[in-house]
C-alpha cells in the first residue's frame, strides 16, 4: 500500500515542477531593442499629453503589443507611487481590452461598462446616468439598468476618469473598434475616444493589428491631437536586425528551463521563417515546444520539439502577408512628398535630397526677376500653386 502512495506522490510533486518551471519561462520578458524603441516613444508620447489625447500604437499579430502594454502599465504604476499612497482615490492607469462585437457593430456600450468594472468602481448599475434635477435627487429609479444607452454610461466613465485621474486609458486589440456596419463611420468612432480624452484629460492609447490604420488621417484636427507609433517586426534583409534577432533567440535559450541549455541560434533561420521576425510569436511556439519536451521528460529542446509545435507555412505566409500590407500603407515615397510640396506651392525640389532634382533650367549665376516664376515641372492637368484651381 505504501509504494503506490510514493509514486503517487511523486508523481505529483514531477508534475508541479513542470508546471513551475513552464510559468517561469512564460513569465520572462526579454527587452529586445524593437520592444524597448516602442517603449521608450510610447512613454514619451503619453507625457508629452498637452500634445498628444490620442495614441495609435500598431504592428503586425505577434508582434508583442500586449507585452509592451503590460510594460507601459507597470512603469506609469511606479511613476506615481509616492502620490498613491497619499491619494488612495487615484488610480494610476486604466487597461481594457476592446472585445471583438457578435453582431459585426462595436458596442460602446459594453465597452463603456467593461472600461468602469476595470476601474473597479462600485455599484457600476446603481449609478446615476445624468446630472439629476433636485426633484429627482431621491428617485432610486434613476439608475443604470439593463437597457440603459451607451451615452448614459459614456457619462458615467467620463465622472470616474475625472475622480480617479489615471495617468492614460490602454485600449487592448483596438482593430476591433473598426468593426461597423454600414450605417456608421469610422470617424464617429475615433471622434468617442477623442472627445472623452479631452472632457477628461487623460491620454487614450490604442493597441491594435495593422488593420488600426484604417483610422489614420481621418481629419486634420485628429491627425494635430494624435501620435503613432510603429510597433515593426525583425527585418532578415536588414544587418542590425538581423543581429537584433540572434541575439533575441539566445536569450530565450539561456532562460529554459534545462541544466544544459540548447544552442537555439544555429537554428535561427528556422525560427525567423516559422516567425516571420515578431518575437511574440517566437515566444508563443517555445513555450508550446518547452511544454512538450518537459511532458516528455527530455533534458533540453531539440529540433523535433521545434517542429512538431512550429506554425504551419500557410499560417506563416497569412501573417507575412498582413505584415507586408501594413508596412507598405506606412512608407512614405518620395512621389508623395514632392506632390505635398507641389500643392504648398514650394518648388519641386529640396537641394541635397536624393530623388529631388533642383531648379530645371535655371542657369548658375542667374537672378530671378521680380514676378517672374522659376521653371518647374508641372503636373498634366492642374497648377502646381492651387492643385487645379487657376487664378
Not at 499579430?61 to 503590460?70: E, I, N, Q, R, S
Not at 463603456?112 to 462600485?122: A, H
Amino acid at each position: 500500500m505504501t509504494a503506490p502512495r510514493r509514486r503517487r506522490f511523486s508523481s505529483t510533486a514531477s508534475d508541479e515542477s513542470r508546471k513551475r518551471r513552464l510559468q517561469e519561462f512564460r513569465d520572462f520578458t526579454l527587452a529586445h531593442p524593437q520592444l524597448v524603441e516602442a517603449k521608450e516613444k510610447l512613454m514619451s508620447a503619453i507625457q508629452d499629453s498637452a500634445s498628444n489625447s490620442l495614441v495609435m500604437v500598431f504592428g503586425p499579430t505577434g508582434v508583442g503589443k500586449t507585452t509592451l502594454l503590460a510594460k507601459i502599465e507597470q512603469l506609469l504604476t511606479q511613476s506615481l507611487l509616492s502620490s498613491l499612497q497619499t491619494d488612495r482615490a487615484r488610480i494610476p492607469v486604466v487597461s481594457v481590452e476592446a472585445v471583438a462585437p457578435e453582431s459585426g457593430n462595436f458596442s460602446w456600450r459594453d465597452q463603456f461598462k467593461r472600461t468602469l468594472l476595470r476601474m473597479e468602481e462600485p455599484l457600476v448599475d446603481c449609478k446615476l446616468p445624468q446630472a439629476v434635477p433636485e426633484t429627482r435627487g431621491n428617485d432610486l429609479n434613476a439608475r443604470l439598468t439593463a437597457k440603459t444607452s451607451g451615452a448614459e454610461y459614456r457619462y458615467a466613465v467620463e465622472q470616474a476618469l475625472r475622480y480617479r485621474r489615471p495617468l492614460a486609458v490602454l485600449i487592448d486589440e483596438a482593430q476591433h473598434l473598426v468593426k461597423l456596419t454600414s450605417g456608421r463611420k469610422l470617424l464617429d468612432q475615433l471622434d468617442v475616444v477623442k472627445s472623452i480624452a479631452n472632457l477628461t484629460g487623460t491620454v487614450h492609447v490604442l493597441f491594435g493589428t495593422y488593420d488600426l490604420l484604417a483610422f489614420r488621417n481621418l481629419n486634420g484636427q485628429l491627425s494635430r491631437r494624435s501620435a503613432e507609433v510603429h510597433f515593426r517586426r525583425y527585418r532578415a534583409d536588414q544587418e542590425n536586425d538581423r543581429r537584433s534577432f540572434v541575439n533575441t533567440v539566445h536569450s530565450f535559450a539561456q532562460r529554459l528551463p534545462f541544466p544544459d541549455p540548447p544552442d537555439l541560434s544555429v537554428d535561427w533561420e528556422y525560427l525567423y521563417e516559422r516567425s516571420v521576425g515578431c518575437v511574440g510569436i517566437l515566444k508563443d511556439w517555445l513555450v508550446r515546444a518547452l511544454a512538450q519536451a518537459l511532458s516528455r521528460g527530455t533534458k533540453t529542446l531539440t529540433r523535433r520539439d521545434l517542429e512538431s509545435c512550429a506554425p504551419s507555412v500557410s499560417q506563416c505566409e497569412r501573417m507575412l502577408s498582413e505584415a507586408i500590407e501594413g508596412e507598405l500603407r506606412l512608407r512614405e515615397t518620395a512621389d508623395e512628398r514632392r506632390r505635398l510640396r507641389t500643392r504648398l506651392g514650394l518648388t519641386d525640389c529640396t537641394p541635397g535630397q536624393q530623388g529631388f532634382t533642383g531648379d530645371v533650367g535655371l542657369k548658375p549665376g542667374r537672378r530671378v526677376r521680380p514676378g517672374e516664376r522659376r521653371p518647374v515641372r508641372d503636373e498634366i492637368g492642374r497648377s502646381s500653386l492651387y492643385d487645379g484651381k487657376h487664378a
